[in-house]
């Protein structure tokens, strides 16, 4: 009898596993984290994108930050904190890096790769509302 007690045991441990599997792939759909390219990725995918564009062009607008550039360089995270969302760069993670190069004065900044995407949104935005002002970003000088 102690035999067919394993098996039933065992049988509704495979029935609990493959549900909490289910469980597992449905929360990952529902965070749509999924990067065809890159593959598990961080940022503020998805929710509050709005909240996030709206940040971002207010910085820029303050000039407290400055129009993403078409230059950086693209690597595992290393820890750094995403200056569009604030929030830390895992190392399972894609993290760009931007280095800005003014008068003599080199000024390093990081971000996700969904934060990139709409740092790089809001930033066309700028441009477009600010044509007759906006001559150039310091990107032009990004090394």
């Not at 529902?30 to 910085?59: E, I, K, Q, T, Y």
């Not at 895992?90 to 190069?101: G, L, R, S, W």
């Amino acid at each position: 009898m102690p035999q067919a007690e394993w098996v039933t045991s065992s049988w509704a441990l495979v029935m609990q596993t493959r549900a909490l599997l289910r469980k597992t792939r449905d929360r990952i759909a529902l965070n749509s984290r999924l990067n065809p390219w890159w593959g598990v990725s961080g940022s503020s995918d998805g929710v509050g994108d709005g909240a996030l564009m709206r940040s971002v062009l207010d910085r820029l607008e303050r000039g407290v930050l400055f129009p993403a550039p078409s230059r950086m360089w693209v690597g595992k995270g290393t820890g750094q904190i995403c200056a569009i969302c604030a929030q830390t760069i895992h190392p399972d993670e894609v993290e760009n890096e931007i280095a800005i190069n003014d008068d003599g004065l080199t000024v390093k900044l990081w971000a996700h790769i969904g934060c990139l995407a709409i740092w790089r949104r809001a930033s066309d935005v700028y441009r477009e509302q600010h044509s007759s002002s906006f001559t150039d970003s310091p990107a032009g000088d990004t090394i």
